[in-house]
């Protein structure tokens, strides 16, 4: 996901896409209401990727130290270059770069519901070890009853060994679902520029493809006969999409939308901020 971090780019899109920005939005929210800034805060960023929130971080909490962990070094090459001022390092839970009681405040944004349910639990054991009395614990994932990312009531329950302050959702299942199928379509256009279209017998038996990806796959490998054609509707169409996968508004409209129409149904995200008090 990180294979474009030398040149600035993640396959996530955070660099662009107005949903992670609205993202950064909410926990800035958040910090602003929880955690307030001190004098010598320190404060580690898990799974910080490239370092796009962590730099905001930095902005934020201006007197700190910041440090922001990460699994790729792709990514952390790119992010100890670009913010010079921020500590950054190659590391993944459940193992952290903290003695004892000496973080003020840990962000685990999007990254918990990767591990597995024993590293999990190892995972916020070892961020408690690591937080001083008081300090504070933001974690946040996607909400899908637990199929691959988070069930509510179990993360709730997981962090049992915390006082869980507040518990915020993002509802954005209306925008995802338009985002989705837009980001499928420049996947695609993508596929179209670097000549790279699987074939039709390709992952069959393994994978499983809607009638609408049959169909693309179809239209593609016709106009990638064209090269000339190809580049040119290829490079016009990424740029629209980016351009609209930008734009904010739409997002705040599916969130107001979805949250008051949807309700329970609408949610997407949670955010879960927690204090490591005393036992």
């Known amino acids: 996901m990180f294979e474009g971090a030398s040149k600035g780019r993640d396959r996530w899109g955070h660099q662009w896409r107005a949903s992670q920005r609205f ?12 955690v307030p800034a001190k004098q010598d805060m320190v404060i580690l960023d898990i799974g910080c990727g490239m370092g796009n929130y962590t730099s905001s971080i930095s902005k934020r909490y201006k007197d700190a130290r910041i440090m922001g962990m ?37 962000l685990c944004l999007e990254t918990l519901y990767y591990l597995s349910a024993n590293d999990r639990k190892a995972a916020l054991a070892r961020i408690r070890e690591s937080l001083a009395e008081g300090g504070r614990l933001v974690v946040s994932g996607g909400l899908d ?45 993508e596929l179209i520029r670097t000549d790279r279209i699987p074939s039709a017998k390709e ?15 179809a239209l593609a490998s016709r106009i990638a006969r064209n090269k000339k054609l190809a580049n ?20 705040k409209f599916g969130y107001g939308w979805t949250r008051r129409f949807s309700g329970e149904k609408g949610k997407t995200h949670i955010i879960v901020i927690a204090k490591n008090a005393k036992e």
């Open 23 to 34: 993202r950064y939005g909410l926990y800035d929210g958040i910090l602003a209401r929880a």
């Open 203 to 217: 992952g069959e038996g393994r994978t499983k493809r809607g009638i609408a990806t049959k169909i693309g796959l």
């Open 70 to 106: 990460d699994i790729s070094a792709n990514a952390i090459g790119y992010a100890a270059k670009e913010y010079s001022d921020i500590d950054f390092l190659v590391g993944s839970l459940p193992c952290l770069p903290a003695k004892y009681g000496s973080l003020d405040l840990i």
């Open 232 to 251: 040119g509707l290829s490079d016009l169409m990424s740029n629209a999409i980016v351009r609209i996968l930008s734009w904010d508004a739409p997002v």
């Open 145 to 189: 009853d637990g199929k691959k990312y988070f069930n509510e009531k179990q993360l709730i329950t997981m962090m049992s060994g915390f006082e869980v302050q507040s518990v915020t959702y993002n509802y954005a299942l209306l925008y995802a679902r338009f985002e989705k199928y837009t980001l499928q379509a420049l996947d695609l256009f």
